[in-house]
């Protein structure tokens, strides 16, 4: 499944609004992901498995390294969908 970056950010915001009741103004590429989401060390398993049922990709700990904002995020996702596919 090959998917363009605006597919990638519509769809996890899409999931994120709907899971976390996160308001989709609240959503800024800028932002950052674990403040704006509320997110604890549970809602983070509830990020991974949501990615791997939208995307079909594993996220591992070591991958949120580094990750601050949803720019970053949306990043992640996208080189982890070029990877499958390659």
């Known amino acids: 499944m090959k998917m363009n970056k605006e597919e990638i950010i519509k769809r996890i915001n899409g999931f994120l609004v709907d899971e976390f009741e996160v308001d ?3 959503i800024q590429p800028d932002a950052n992901l674990k403040d704006t989401l509320g997110l604890d060390s549970l809602d983070y398993v509830d ?3 949501s990615i ?3 995307f079909g990709v594993k996220l591992v700990e070591v991958d949120f390294v580094g990750i601050a904002t949803f720019e970053n995020f949306y990043d992640l996702i996208d080189s982890k969908l070029k990877v499958k596919v390659a």
Do not use: M, Q, S, Y
């Open 24 to 26: 989709n103004d609240d």
């Open 52 to 54: 791997e049922a939208n």
């Open 47 to 49: 990020l991974v498995v």
